[in-house]
């Protein structure tokens, strides 16, 4: 999967598409301000959603969901916007590490 996705961004080229969502500029039908960003992402100077990128990846999907986007397809594009240049140089410390470590436990059955 995450090959695949590599592989994917390798023949993306730069300047055609939203570094922060990865919308091909084609696919953009709003106004552009930015040569970096998508109408969605960018406007006025500033961006529009400024939190971390669990939420943006949830909102991206939901918003490609109810534009009668495929779930499955949906999913994958927003699994994809943490390689969006935009996001993948905010480094591991901006997300919490929450997935715990499963803990082995053994009982003596006696
Ligand atoms: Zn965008």
Same mark, same amino acid.
């Given at each position: #999967?995450?090959?695949? =996705?590599?592989?994917?961004?390798?023949?993306?080229?730069?300047?055609?598409?939203? !570094?922060?969502?990865?919308?091909? *500029?084609? @696919?953009?039908?709003? =106004?552009?301000?930015?040569?970096?960003?998508?109408? &969605?992402?960018?406007?006025?100077?500033? *961006?529009?959603?400024?939190? $971390? &990128? +669990?939420?943006? %990846?949830?909102?991206?999907?939901? $918003? #490609? =969901?109810?534009?009668?986007? $495929?779930? =499955?397809?949906? /999913?994958?594009?927003?699994? #994809?916007?943490? *390689?969006?240049?935009? /996001?993948? @140089?905010?480094?591991?410390?901006?997300?919490? %590490?929450?997935? +715990? %470590?499963?803990?082995?436990?053994?009982?003596?059955? !006696?």
């Amino acid at each position: #999967m995450l090959i695949h =996705v590599r592989y994917i961004l390798i023949y993306m080229k730069p300047g055609t598409y939203c !570094e922060s969502c990865l919308m091909p *500029f084609k @696919n953009d039908t709003g =106004v552009r301000t930015s040569d970096k960003y998508c109408s &969605l992402c960018y406007t006025d100077g500033k *961006f529009c959603y400024e939190g $971390n &990128l +669990k939420d943006f %990846q949830k909102i991206c999907y939901e $918003n #490609m =969901v109810k534009s009668g986007m $495929n779930k =499955v397809q949906a /999913w994958i594009f927003a699994f #994809m916007i943490r *390689f969006a240049p935009r /996001w993948k @140089n905010m480094g591991s410390a901006q997300t919490p %590490q929450t997935d +715990k %470590q499963p803990t082995i436990e053994i009982k003596s059955t !006696e």
